[in-house]
DNA sequence: GTAATTAGTGTACTAATAACACTATATCAT
DNA sequence: ATGATATAGTGTTATTAGTACACTAATTAC
Protein backbone atom coordinates (compact mmCIF):
# COMPACT_ATOMS: atom_id res chain seq x y z
CA UNK A 1 0.00 0.00 0.00
CA UNK A 2 1.40 3.31 -0.78
CA UNK A 3 2.86 5.35 2.31
CA UNK A 4 3.01 9.55 1.73
CA UNK A 5 5.56 9.99 -0.89
CA UNK A 6 3.00 8.44 -3.56
CA UNK A 7 0.46 10.48 -4.55
CA UNK A 8 -3.26 8.99 -4.90
CA UNK A 9 -5.05 11.98 -6.63
CA UNK A 10 -8.87 12.48 -6.00
CA UNK A 11 -10.97 10.41 -9.06
CA UNK A 12 -14.21 11.75 -10.54
CA UNK A 13 -16.29 10.85 -13.85
CA UNK A 14 -17.56 13.22 -16.48
CA UNK A 15 -19.71 12.13 -19.18
CA UNK A 16 -19.86 13.47 -22.54
CA UNK A 17 -23.00 13.27 -23.66
CA UNK A 18 -24.36 13.71 -27.03
CA UNK A 19 -27.31 13.72 -29.15
CA UNK A 20 -28.31 15.09 -32.37
CA UNK A 21 -31.03 17.85 -32.44
CA UNK A 22 -31.89 19.42 -35.85
CA UNK A 23 -28.99 17.38 -37.99
CA UNK A 24 -26.37 19.05 -35.29
CA UNK A 25 -24.28 16.75 -33.04
CA UNK A 26 -24.93 18.35 -29.62
CA UNK A 27 -23.47 18.00 -26.38
CA UNK A 28 -24.97 18.06 -22.50
CA UNK A 29 -23.74 20.92 -20.22
CA UNK A 30 -24.41 22.00 -16.85
CA UNK A 31 -24.22 25.71 -15.88
CA UNK A 32 -21.97 25.88 -12.78
CA UNK A 33 -23.21 27.70 -9.29
CA UNK A 34 -19.92 27.04 -8.04
CA UNK A 35 -16.25 27.79 -8.04
CA UNK A 36 -14.15 26.59 -9.43
CA UNK A 37 -15.24 28.14 -12.91
CA UNK A 38 -18.64 29.58 -11.84
CA UNK A 39 -20.96 30.83 -14.53
CA UNK A 40 -18.94 28.67 -16.74
CA UNK A 41 -20.34 25.11 -18.47
CA UNK A 42 -18.98 22.07 -17.82
CA UNK A 43 -19.84 18.19 -18.25
CA UNK A 44 -22.02 16.05 -15.78
CA UNK A 45 -20.00 14.54 -13.43
CA UNK A 46 -18.71 13.27 -10.18
CA UNK A 47 -17.41 11.77 -7.76
CA UNK A 48 -17.54 7.64 -7.36
CA UNK A 49 -19.65 6.56 -4.51
CA UNK A 50 -18.78 3.36 -2.43
CA UNK A 51 -19.22 0.38 -4.47
CA UNK A 52 -19.42 2.35 -7.47
CA UNK A 53 -16.78 1.52 -10.47
CA UNK A 54 -16.36 4.33 -12.82
CA UNK A 55 -19.20 3.08 -15.58
CA UNK A 56 -22.02 2.50 -12.23
CA UNK A 57 -21.02 5.99 -11.08
CA UNK A 58 -21.18 7.67 -14.71
CA UNK A 59 -24.57 6.26 -15.10
CA UNK A 60 -26.12 7.54 -11.69
CA UNK A 61 -24.92 10.79 -12.54
CA UNK A 62 -26.67 10.74 -15.97
CA UNK A 63 -29.34 9.31 -14.28
CA UNK A 64 -29.50 12.11 -12.18
CA UNK A 65 -28.63 15.27 -13.52
CA UNK A 66 -30.20 14.54 -17.36
CA UNK A 67 -32.76 11.56 -16.13
CA UNK A 68 -31.90 9.16 -18.51
CA UNK A 69 -30.96 5.45 -18.11
CA UNK A 70 -30.18 2.44 -20.28
CA UNK A 71 -28.49 4.11 -23.14
CA UNK A 72 -25.27 3.77 -25.04
CA UNK A 73 -22.37 4.70 -23.00
CA UNK A 74 -18.58 3.53 -23.04
CA UNK A 75 -15.39 4.50 -21.43
CA UNK A 76 -13.15 7.64 -23.36
CA UNK A 77 -9.96 8.59 -21.68
CA UNK A 78 -8.88 9.26 -18.82
CA UNK A 79 -7.53 12.55 -18.16
CA UNK A 80 -5.06 13.78 -15.65
CA UNK A 81 -3.04 16.66 -16.31
CA UNK A 82 -2.13 17.96 -12.76
CA UNK A 83 -3.35 21.26 -12.74
CA UNK A 84 -6.66 20.01 -14.92
CA UNK A 85 -8.33 21.17 -11.69
CA UNK A 86 -6.94 24.12 -9.51
CA UNK A 87 -7.71 22.82 -6.30
CA UNK A 88 -5.37 20.41 -6.91
CA UNK A 89 -4.47 16.68 -8.62
CA UNK A 90 -8.08 15.33 -9.75
CA UNK A 91 -8.07 12.75 -12.24
CA UNK A 92 -11.23 12.29 -14.48
CA UNK A 93 -12.06 8.96 -15.87
CA UNK A 94 -14.03 9.91 -19.10
CA UNK A 95 -17.08 8.44 -20.88
CA UNK A 96 -19.20 8.89 -23.99
CA UNK A 97 -22.57 8.50 -24.14
CA UNK A 98 -25.85 8.63 -26.40
CA UNK A 99 -29.57 9.47 -26.34
CA UNK A 100 -32.24 9.86 -29.03
CA UNK A 101 -33.50 13.19 -29.60
CA UNK A 102 -36.22 14.69 -28.19
CA UNK A 103 -34.81 14.75 -24.39
CA UNK A 104 -35.80 18.02 -22.92
CA UNK A 105 -33.25 17.19 -19.74
CA UNK A 106 -34.13 21.00 -18.54
CA UNK A 107 -37.44 19.14 -17.48
CA UNK A 108 -35.72 16.33 -15.98
CA UNK A 109 -32.32 17.21 -14.17
CA UNK A 110 -32.29 19.35 -10.99
CA UNK A 111 -28.89 21.45 -12.27
CA UNK A 112 -30.80 22.75 -15.47
CA UNK A 113 -28.42 21.34 -18.03
CA UNK A 114 -28.34 21.95 -22.01
CA UNK A 115 -27.69 21.12 -25.28
CA UNK A 116 -25.53 22.94 -26.96
CA UNK A 117 -24.16 22.63 -30.60
CA UNK A 118 -20.60 21.35 -30.51
CA UNK A 119 -20.09 23.95 -33.32
CA UNK A 120 -20.28 26.82 -31.07
CA UNK A 121 -19.80 25.33 -27.53
CA UNK A 122 -19.58 28.39 -24.66
CA UNK A 123 -16.54 28.93 -22.21
CA UNK A 124 -15.90 25.83 -20.53
CA UNK A 125 -13.83 25.12 -17.08
CA UNK A 126 -11.28 22.44 -16.65
CA UNK A 127 -10.18 20.70 -19.46
CA UNK A 128 -13.80 20.08 -20.63
CA UNK A 129 -13.10 21.57 -24.05
CA UNK A 130 -10.35 19.32 -24.95
CA UNK A 131 -12.84 15.89 -23.49
CA UNK A 132 -15.42 16.84 -25.75
CA UNK A 133 -13.10 17.08 -29.08
CA UNK A 134 -11.45 13.78 -28.17
CA UNK A 135 -15.03 12.14 -27.31
CA UNK A 136 -16.35 13.68 -30.83
CA UNK A 137 -13.33 12.50 -32.52
CA UNK A 138 -13.82 8.59 -31.01
CA UNK A 139 -17.76 8.98 -32.55
CA UNK A 140 -16.07 9.99 -35.68
CA UNK A 141 -14.06 7.12 -35.83
CA UNK A 142 -16.15 4.59 -34.12
CA UNK A 143 -19.06 5.46 -36.71
CA UNK A 144 -16.60 3.86 -39.29
CA UNK A 145 -16.69 0.39 -38.19
CA UNK A 146 -19.21 -0.05 -35.69
CA UNK A 147 -22.92 0.50 -35.08
CA UNK A 148 -22.51 3.17 -32.32
CA UNK A 149 -24.42 5.74 -34.34
CA UNK A 150 -27.58 4.27 -33.50
CA UNK A 151 -27.47 5.02 -29.94
CA UNK A 152 -28.31 8.53 -31.34
CA UNK A 153 -31.70 6.77 -32.80
CA UNK A 154 -34.63 5.63 -31.39
CA UNK A 155 -35.76 1.66 -31.72
CA UNK A 156 -37.66 2.28 -34.83
CA UNK A 157 -36.19 4.30 -37.88
CA UNK A 158 -36.26 6.03 -41.22
CA UNK A 159 -32.75 6.01 -43.61
CA UNK A 160 -33.02 8.90 -43.88
CA UNK A 161 -32.76 9.62 -40.04
CA UNK A 162 -29.66 7.17 -40.27
CA UNK A 163 -28.11 9.35 -42.83
CA UNK A 164 -28.67 12.86 -41.02
CA UNK A 165 -26.86 10.84 -38.04
CA UNK A 166 -24.06 10.16 -40.47
CA UNK A 167 -23.94 13.57 -42.16
CA UNK A 168 -24.27 15.21 -38.54
CA UNK A 169 -21.38 13.26 -37.03
CA UNK A 170 -18.84 12.94 -40.21
CA UNK A 171 -20.16 17.36 -40.58
CA UNK A 172 -20.46 16.21 -44.28
CA UNK A 173 -22.85 15.53 -46.99
CA UNK A 174 -23.25 11.78 -48.29
CA UNK A 175 -25.47 10.60 -51.21
CA UNK A 176 -28.49 9.45 -50.85
CA UNK A 177 -28.20 6.27 -53.31
CA UNK A 178 -24.66 5.45 -52.29
CA UNK A 179 -25.58 5.59 -48.72
CA UNK A 180 -28.56 3.17 -48.55
CA UNK A 181 -26.88 0.98 -50.83
CA UNK A 182 -23.74 0.17 -48.58
CA UNK A 183 -26.80 0.10 -45.74
CA UNK A 184 -28.04 -2.65 -47.90
CA UNK A 185 -25.34 -4.33 -48.57
CA UNK A 186 -24.26 -4.37 -45.06
CA UNK A 187 -27.48 -6.23 -44.02
CA UNK A 188 -27.28 -5.16 -40.43
CA UNK A 189 -31.10 -3.43 -40.69
CA UNK A 190 -34.10 -5.17 -41.00
CA UNK A 191 -37.73 -3.74 -42.45
CA UNK A 192 -40.74 -3.61 -40.49
CA UNK A 193 -44.13 -3.40 -41.94
CA UNK A 194 -44.26 0.03 -40.08
CA UNK A 195 -44.18 3.69 -41.96
CA UNK A 196 -43.87 7.00 -40.28
CA UNK A 197 -47.10 8.75 -41.87
CA UNK A 198 -48.12 11.91 -40.93
CA UNK A 199 -45.73 13.93 -42.58
CA UNK A 200 -46.92 16.02 -45.82
CA UNK A 201 -45.00 13.71 -48.05
CA UNK A 202 -44.69 10.13 -49.31
CA UNK A 203 -44.40 7.78 -45.63
CA UNK A 204 -40.72 6.46 -45.15
CA UNK A 205 -40.34 2.74 -43.89
CA UNK A 206 -39.40 2.02 -40.22
CA UNK A 207 -36.06 0.27 -40.05
CA UNK A 208 -34.71 -1.76 -36.74
CA UNK A 209 -31.24 -2.89 -35.86
CA UNK A 210 -30.60 -6.63 -36.47
CA UNK A 211 -28.64 -8.84 -34.40
CA UNK A 212 -25.47 -9.64 -35.18
CA UNK A 213 -24.32 -5.81 -35.74
CA UNK A 214 -21.54 -5.06 -33.27
CA UNK A 215 -18.62 -4.99 -35.15
CA UNK A 216 -19.23 -5.04 -39.02
CA UNK A 217 -16.43 -3.01 -41.23
CA UNK A 218 -19.26 -0.05 -42.02
CA UNK A 219 -17.85 2.83 -43.90
CA UNK B 1 -14.39 17.27 -1.91
CA UNK B 2 -15.61 14.04 -0.94
CA UNK B 3 -16.25 12.98 2.19
CA UNK B 4 -16.37 9.59 3.73
CA UNK B 5 -19.70 8.24 1.48
CA UNK B 6 -17.37 8.77 -1.11
CA UNK B 7 -14.73 6.03 -2.82
CA UNK B 8 -11.62 7.15 -3.03
CA UNK B 9 -9.77 3.85 -4.74
CA UNK B 10 -6.01 3.44 -5.03
CA UNK B 11 -4.78 4.45 -8.40
CA UNK B 12 -1.96 2.30 -10.27
CA UNK B 13 -0.64 2.17 -13.58
CA UNK B 14 0.00 -1.21 -16.04
CA UNK B 15 2.02 -1.45 -18.50
CA UNK B 16 1.43 -3.73 -21.82
CA UNK B 17 4.49 -3.54 -23.42
CA UNK B 18 4.78 -5.49 -26.80
CA UNK B 19 7.60 -6.30 -28.93
CA UNK B 20 8.02 -8.24 -31.77
CA UNK B 21 10.47 -11.21 -32.16
CA UNK B 22 10.78 -14.40 -34.58
CA UNK B 23 7.69 -12.83 -36.21
CA UNK B 24 5.76 -13.37 -32.72
CA UNK B 25 3.98 -10.70 -30.87
CA UNK B 26 5.53 -10.82 -27.08
CA UNK B 27 4.84 -9.43 -23.94
CA UNK B 28 6.87 -8.42 -21.42
CA UNK B 29 5.93 -10.07 -18.23
CA UNK B 30 7.52 -10.08 -14.62
CA UNK B 31 7.47 -12.80 -12.16
CA UNK B 32 5.57 -11.63 -8.95
CA UNK B 33 7.64 -12.23 -5.51
CA UNK B 34 4.79 -11.21 -3.22
CA UNK B 35 1.17 -11.65 -2.42
CA UNK B 36 -1.22 -11.08 -3.89
CA UNK B 37 -0.52 -13.90 -7.04
CA UNK B 38 2.99 -14.44 -5.71
CA UNK B 39 4.67 -17.19 -8.63
CA UNK B 40 2.07 -15.59 -10.94
CA UNK B 41 3.21 -13.38 -13.63
CA UNK B 42 2.16 -9.85 -14.05
CA UNK B 43 2.62 -6.74 -15.99
CA UNK B 44 5.28 -4.15 -14.73
CA UNK B 45 3.23 -1.60 -12.97
CA UNK B 46 3.31 0.85 -9.60
CA UNK B 47 1.99 3.50 -7.96
CA UNK B 48 1.76 7.13 -8.78
CA UNK B 49 4.57 9.07 -7.33
CA UNK B 50 4.07 12.93 -6.35
CA UNK B 51 4.12 15.37 -9.08
CA UNK B 52 3.53 12.28 -11.61
CA UNK B 53 0.57 11.97 -14.36
CA UNK B 54 -0.04 8.28 -14.83
CA UNK B 55 1.77 8.54 -18.54
CA UNK B 56 5.03 9.52 -16.48
CA UNK B 57 4.64 7.02 -13.76
CA UNK B 58 4.75 4.49 -16.54
CA UNK B 59 7.19 6.01 -18.19
CA UNK B 60 9.15 5.66 -14.91
CA UNK B 61 8.68 1.83 -14.12
CA UNK B 62 9.02 0.99 -17.96
CA UNK B 63 12.30 2.46 -17.53
CA UNK B 64 13.10 1.09 -13.53
CA UNK B 65 11.53 -2.11 -14.59
CA UNK B 66 12.44 -3.03 -18.23
CA UNK B 67 15.52 -0.62 -18.51
CA UNK B 68 13.73 1.33 -21.79
CA UNK B 69 12.63 5.17 -22.50
CA UNK B 70 11.62 7.13 -25.48
CA UNK B 71 9.62 4.34 -26.66
CA UNK B 72 5.94 4.36 -28.45
CA UNK B 73 3.31 4.58 -25.32
CA UNK B 74 -0.60 5.48 -25.18
CA UNK B 75 -3.27 5.31 -22.32
CA UNK B 76 -5.31 2.68 -23.43
CA UNK B 77 -8.01 1.91 -20.60
CA UNK B 78 -8.93 2.26 -17.26
CA UNK B 79 -9.64 -0.57 -15.39
CA UNK B 80 -11.72 -0.15 -12.45
CA UNK B 81 -13.44 -3.53 -11.18
CA UNK B 82 -13.72 -3.70 -8.29
CA UNK B 83 -12.45 -7.35 -7.44
CA UNK B 84 -9.92 -7.00 -9.84
CA UNK B 85 -7.05 -6.82 -6.31
CA UNK B 86 -8.21 -8.87 -3.49
CA UNK B 87 -6.49 -6.35 -1.11
CA UNK B 88 -9.40 -3.52 -2.19
CA UNK B 89 -10.85 -1.29 -4.84
CA UNK B 90 -7.04 -0.57 -6.86
CA UNK B 91 -8.27 0.90 -10.36
CA UNK B 92 -5.54 0.46 -12.79
CA UNK B 93 -4.91 3.57 -15.80
CA UNK B 94 -3.08 0.59 -18.09
CA UNK B 95 -0.81 2.09 -21.15
CA UNK B 96 0.54 0.76 -24.64
CA UNK B 97 3.73 0.40 -25.45
CA UNK B 98 6.31 -0.79 -28.49
CA UNK B 99 9.44 -1.16 -28.52
CA UNK B 100 12.05 -2.40 -31.39
CA UNK B 101 13.38 -5.72 -30.97
CA UNK B 102 16.63 -6.85 -29.66
CA UNK B 103 16.60 -5.63 -26.50
CA UNK B 104 17.02 -8.00 -23.41
CA UNK B 105 14.94 -6.96 -20.41
CA UNK B 106 16.26 -9.69 -17.80
CA UNK B 107 19.96 -7.84 -18.04
CA UNK B 108 18.48 -4.28 -17.67
CA UNK B 109 15.43 -4.63 -14.97
CA UNK B 110 15.71 -5.58 -11.25
CA UNK B 111 12.76 -8.12 -11.46
CA UNK B 112 13.76 -10.41 -14.13
CA UNK B 113 11.25 -9.38 -16.59
CA UNK B 114 10.69 -12.26 -19.29
CA UNK B 115 9.08 -11.78 -23.11
CA UNK B 116 6.30 -14.55 -23.50
CA UNK B 117 4.78 -14.51 -26.70
CA UNK B 118 0.54 -13.27 -26.67
CA UNK B 119 0.02 -16.98 -27.94
CA UNK B 120 0.69 -19.36 -25.11
CA UNK B 121 0.48 -16.93 -22.04
CA UNK B 122 1.27 -17.96 -18.37
CA UNK B 123 -0.74 -17.91 -15.53
CA UNK B 124 -1.54 -14.14 -14.97
CA UNK B 125 -2.47 -12.36 -12.04
CA UNK B 126 -4.86 -9.75 -11.45
CA UNK B 127 -6.76 -9.05 -14.84
CA UNK B 128 -4.29 -8.40 -16.48
CA UNK B 129 -4.54 -11.21 -19.35
CA UNK B 130 -7.90 -8.89 -19.76
CA UNK B 131 -5.14 -5.90 -20.31
CA UNK B 132 -3.45 -7.60 -22.62
CA UNK B 133 -6.05 -8.63 -24.55
CA UNK B 134 -7.48 -5.35 -24.71
CA UNK B 135 -3.80 -3.61 -25.73
CA UNK B 136 -3.41 -6.48 -28.51
CA UNK B 137 -7.21 -5.49 -30.32
CA UNK B 138 -5.92 -1.88 -29.48
CA UNK B 139 -2.68 -2.51 -31.52
CA UNK B 140 -5.00 -4.51 -34.03
CA UNK B 141 -7.11 -1.49 -34.82
CA UNK B 142 -4.74 1.12 -34.93
CA UNK B 143 -2.25 -0.99 -37.37
CA UNK B 144 -5.12 -0.21 -39.54
CA UNK B 145 -5.39 3.59 -39.65
CA UNK B 146 -1.72 4.76 -38.25
CA UNK B 147 2.21 4.48 -38.36
CA UNK B 148 1.66 2.46 -34.60
CA UNK B 149 3.46 -0.53 -36.14
CA UNK B 150 6.93 1.27 -36.80
CA UNK B 151 7.02 1.64 -32.78
CA UNK B 152 8.58 -2.14 -32.99
CA UNK B 153 11.01 -1.38 -35.58
CA UNK B 154 14.44 0.17 -35.87
CA UNK B 155 15.20 3.84 -37.19
CA UNK B 156 16.72 2.06 -40.34
CA UNK B 157 14.02 -1.37 -41.49
CA UNK B 158 13.91 -3.35 -44.68
CA UNK B 159 10.00 -3.55 -46.25
CA UNK B 160 10.20 -7.24 -45.03
CA UNK B 161 10.69 -6.20 -41.50
CA UNK B 162 7.57 -4.05 -41.65
CA UNK B 163 5.59 -6.95 -43.40
CA UNK B 164 6.96 -9.44 -40.68
CA UNK B 165 5.79 -6.64 -38.06
CA UNK B 166 2.15 -6.49 -40.17
CA UNK B 167 2.12 -10.38 -39.90
CA UNK B 168 3.05 -10.80 -36.64
CA UNK B 169 0.61 -8.21 -35.20
CA UNK B 170 -2.69 -9.07 -37.51
CA UNK B 171 -1.88 -12.63 -37.26
CA UNK B 172 -2.19 -13.41 -41.28
CA UNK B 173 -0.09 -14.06 -44.14
CA UNK B 174 0.18 -10.72 -46.58
CA UNK B 175 1.26 -10.86 -50.37
CA UNK B 176 4.33 -9.43 -50.82
CA UNK B 177 3.59 -7.23 -53.84
CA UNK B 178 0.43 -6.15 -52.85
CA UNK B 179 2.04 -5.32 -49.26
CA UNK B 180 4.50 -3.54 -50.77
CA UNK B 181 2.01 -1.55 -53.73
CA UNK B 182 0.10 -0.48 -50.64
CA UNK B 183 3.30 0.92 -48.64
CA UNK B 184 4.70 2.60 -52.03
CA UNK B 185 1.63 4.31 -52.48
CA UNK B 186 1.09 5.61 -49.05
CA UNK B 187 4.58 7.33 -49.46
CA UNK B 188 5.21 7.81 -46.02
CA UNK B 189 8.65 5.59 -45.86
CA UNK B 190 11.83 7.11 -46.97
CA UNK B 191 14.64 4.92 -48.87
CA UNK B 192 17.97 5.30 -47.74
CA UNK B 193 21.53 4.43 -49.54
CA UNK B 194 22.04 2.08 -47.30
CA UNK B 195 21.29 -1.85 -47.61
CA UNK B 196 21.57 -4.68 -44.74
CA UNK B 197 24.21 -7.10 -45.92
CA UNK B 198 26.15 -9.66 -44.71
CA UNK B 199 23.18 -12.08 -44.91
CA UNK B 200 23.69 -15.03 -47.12
CA UNK B 201 21.44 -13.31 -50.16
CA UNK B 202 20.69 -9.77 -52.26
CA UNK B 203 20.96 -7.52 -49.85
CA UNK B 204 17.54 -4.69 -48.51
CA UNK B 205 17.13 -1.73 -49.28
CA UNK B 206 16.94 0.30 -45.64
CA UNK B 207 13.71 2.45 -45.22
CA UNK B 208 12.89 5.59 -42.54
CA UNK B 209 9.35 6.59 -41.54
CA UNK B 210 8.90 9.96 -43.24
CA UNK B 211 7.58 13.21 -41.57
CA UNK B 212 3.85 12.76 -42.39
CA UNK B 213 3.05 9.71 -41.15
CA UNK B 214 0.56 10.06 -38.21
CA UNK B 215 -3.10 9.36 -39.37
CA UNK B 216 -2.88 8.66 -42.71
CA UNK B 217 -5.31 6.20 -43.65
CA UNK B 218 -3.28 2.42 -44.06
CA UNK B 219 -4.97 -0.62 -44.31
C1' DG C 1 -56.86 18.35 -58.27
C1' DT C 2 -52.71 20.58 -58.16
C1' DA C 3 -48.60 22.06 -55.65
C1' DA C 4 -45.26 20.89 -52.32
C1' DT C 5 -42.40 17.78 -49.96
C1' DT C 6 -39.65 13.95 -48.95
C1' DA C 7 -39.17 8.63 -50.13
C1' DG C 8 -37.28 5.58 -52.98
C1' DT C 9 -34.57 3.67 -56.91
C1' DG C 10 -30.15 2.21 -61.11
C1' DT C 11 -26.27 2.81 -64.03
C1' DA C 12 -21.70 4.00 -65.55
C1' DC C 13 -17.10 5.25 -64.24
C1' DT C 14 -13.16 5.08 -61.21
C1' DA C 15 -10.33 3.37 -57.52
C1' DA C 16 -8.88 -0.18 -54.43
C1' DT C 17 -8.04 -4.85 -53.46
C1' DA C 18 -6.63 -9.63 -54.33
C1' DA C 19 -4.48 -13.37 -56.70
C1' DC C 20 -0.52 -14.91 -58.73
C1' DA C 21 5.45 -16.27 -60.42
C1' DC C 22 9.60 -15.06 -61.86
C1' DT C 23 14.34 -12.59 -61.93
C1' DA C 24 18.24 -10.33 -59.08
C1' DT C 25 22.00 -10.32 -55.88
C1' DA C 26 24.22 -11.63 -52.19
C1' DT C 27 26.57 -15.66 -49.19
C1' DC C 28 28.05 -20.46 -48.55
C1' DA C 29 29.98 -24.86 -49.67
C1' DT C 30 32.84 -27.28 -52.60
C1' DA D 1 35.35 -20.36 -59.83
C1' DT D 2 30.88 -22.26 -59.76
C1' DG D 3 26.81 -23.91 -58.43
C1' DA D 4 23.42 -24.12 -54.50
C1' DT D 5 20.74 -21.54 -51.41
C1' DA D 6 18.29 -17.88 -49.58
C1' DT D 7 15.84 -13.68 -49.56
C1' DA D 8 15.08 -9.08 -52.34
C1' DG D 9 12.59 -7.06 -55.63
C1' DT D 10 9.16 -6.42 -59.36
C1' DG D 11 3.62 -6.17 -62.99
C1' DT D 12 -0.54 -7.66 -64.74
C1' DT D 13 -5.17 -9.13 -64.58
C1' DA D 14 -9.62 -9.91 -62.37
C1' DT D 15 -12.68 -8.70 -58.85
C1' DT D 16 -14.77 -5.76 -55.66
C1' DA D 17 -15.89 -1.41 -53.65
C1' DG D 18 -16.62 3.48 -54.10
C1' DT D 19 -18.31 7.65 -56.38
C1' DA D 20 -21.10 10.68 -59.23
C1' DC D 21 -25.37 11.65 -60.82
C1' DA D 22 -31.53 12.52 -61.82
C1' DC D 23 -35.88 11.01 -62.02
C1' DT D 24 -40.48 8.75 -60.33
C1' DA D 25 -43.63 7.63 -56.15
C1' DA D 26 -46.65 8.54 -52.35
C1' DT D 27 -48.41 11.32 -49.24
C1' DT D 28 -50.33 16.05 -47.23
C1' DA D 29 -51.78 20.95 -47.69
C1' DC D 30 -54.31 24.13 -49.96
Redesign the pocket.
Known amino acids: MPDKSFLNPTLVVDIVLFTIEDGDLKVLLINRDGDPFKGFEALPGGYLLAGETTKTAAERVLKEKAGVSDIYIEQLYTFDELNRDPRGPVFSVTYLALVPPGLNPEEQGTQHPKWFSVKKLPKLGFDHKAIIDYAKERLQGKIEYTTIAFGTLPKLF???QVQQVYEAILEKEI????F???IDQLGFLKETKQ?L?????????LYTLGAKSKTIKL?
Chains 1, 2 share one sequence.
Open positions: TLTDKRNRKKTSGMRQRPAKF
